[in-house]
């Protein structure tokens, strides 16, 4: 038994992966009804949920308080590009829609509680930032997670070594438990993926192709594209090697798992492969699980923009811009859950008068083809969160005269 799973775990993960997606397509199509199997998605997904905020918490208190003052940051430049790549997605996704004109058929209803503005929305980020540190770990809340481990990190900086040893071993043993569960991803992309097609099937995205191909293509040109772009302009070398190389080892993952949240522990795992600075990644990697969300930022000026088409609203470029900024805006408080992007479409869609009964018809409508948009969106997410924090740190060395690799 125990040579079986060594060669098993001698294979690459990523062809574990495929094997473990192939075994879900077949057996979602042929054996529909066996709801058992589903179970391993939610096994695998909800693993990785119980471990990261544990693993966030620890990892970012315990670099904070070993950080030697003098210390260089990349923290500012990692922000920007957060930002830059949202707004660009944006405004991606604008000129798209303007492109390809999309409409939906808004017949069905859907009860959810939207945020009333932007006011509200910064608001609950800042609420959530103070919430009982505890209960924090325990609901997932990764701001009021990464508030609380940099406030003790930076508190603890003066403890004795012996403390920091202690914070480093269950870092480190929290680390182990995660690559475990990692390792076990091709059972629980089967699971996904069979609960997918057994569950919703393949017809049911046929009536909204074209805004789906909107989505995806919007989601492709930022990946393959703009984001390309931004990394070459930090480190002035082919960016392609570094993109491909994220989006296989993060976006991949991100895409069945479909939790910018849940994939954390896996770009924790890909900066350390990458030979990034552990201080830096342990902050930026979960701060970008939480506020850099171009790929939602996508969903939200997409559908918003297919509902003023659907209600023959005339939009003129300008209000297009304005909508841009406030998609990303938005896109900072959208929650790193599957669909936690949809909510906010009311909010965008209130800049052109349309109606919040209207407007939660929209978030129906990308709950329907979610299975698609959010997995491609996830994917985007989580993967640039990687990207731009290895670019910000390559940046560095290149100013340093070190040799960029990877």
């Known amino acids: 038994m125990m040579n079986i799973i060594k060669k098993w775990n001698n294979i690459s993960l990523v062809k574990r992966i495929i094997a473990g997606l192939a075994a879900g397509i077949i057996l979602g199509l042929a054996v529909p009804q066996a709801e058992m199997i589903g179970i391993l998605g939610d096994l695998f997904v909800g693993a990785l949920k119980a471990l990261a905020p544990l ?30 790549g949202m707004l660009l997605a944006a405004f991606t996704a604008v000129v798209a829609s303007f492109l390809f004109p999309s409409e939906l058929a808004l017949a069905e209803s859907a009860e959810a509680s939207a945020p009333g503005g932007i006011v509200e929305i910064l608001e609950n980020l800042l609420l959530s930032a103070v919430s009982n540190p505890i209960g924090a770990i325990v609901d997932a809340n990764y701001v009021g997670v990464l508030v609380w481990a940099v406030i003790f990190g930076l508190a603890l900086r003066g403890a004795g070594e012996v403390t920091k040893d202690v914070l480093g071993n269950i870092t480190d043993g929290l680390s182990v438990a995660i690559r475990w569960v990692i390792n076990c991803a091709p059972f629980g992309i089967l699971g ?25 293509g919007c989601m492709l040109f930022v990946a393959f594209v703009v984001n390309p772009i931004l990394v070459f302009l930090n480190i002035r070398q082919n960016p392609y090697p570094l993109v491909l190389t994220c989006i296989k080892d993060s976006g991949i993952m991100a895409f069945f798992t479909r939790s910018s949240a849940a ?100 978030v129906g409508v990308g709950f329907i083809i979610g299975v698609i948009q959010d997995s491609c969106e996830t994917a985007l997410n989580s993967s640039s969160d990687a990207l731009f924090t290895a670019a910000a740190e390559f940046r560095n060395w290149r100013k340093q005269g070190k040799k960029i690799q990877w």
């Not at 990892?59 to 950080?67: E, G, I, N, Y």
């Open 263 to 362: 994939n954390i522990p896996v770009n924790m795992a890909l900066c350390k492969k990458l030979g990034l600075d552990e201080e830096k990644y342990s902050v930026s990697i979960p701060l970008g699980s939480t506020i850099n969300m171009a790929g939602a930022a996508i969903t939200i000026t997409t559908l918003t923009m297919a509902a003023t088409n659907t209600m023959g609203i005339t939009v003129t470029f300008p209000m297009a811009l304005l909508l841009s900024v406030v998609a990303t805006i938005s896109a900072c408080g959208t929650s790193g859950v599957a669909g936690g992007s949809l909510l906010l479409i009311p909010l965008a869609c209130s800049l052109f008068g349309i109606s919040n009964d209207i407007a939660m018809q929209v």
């Open 55 to 84: 693993l966030v918490f620890f990892l970012v208190m315990h670099s904070l308080c070993r950080h030697q003052k003098g210390n260089s940051s990349n923290m500012k430049q990692i922000i920007i590009l957060y930002f830059a």
């Open 192 to 216: 996904l993926v069979f609960t997918t097609l057994s569950t919703t099937g393949i017809k049911a995205f046929a009536s909204y192709g074209k805004i789906i191909l909107v989505l995806v």
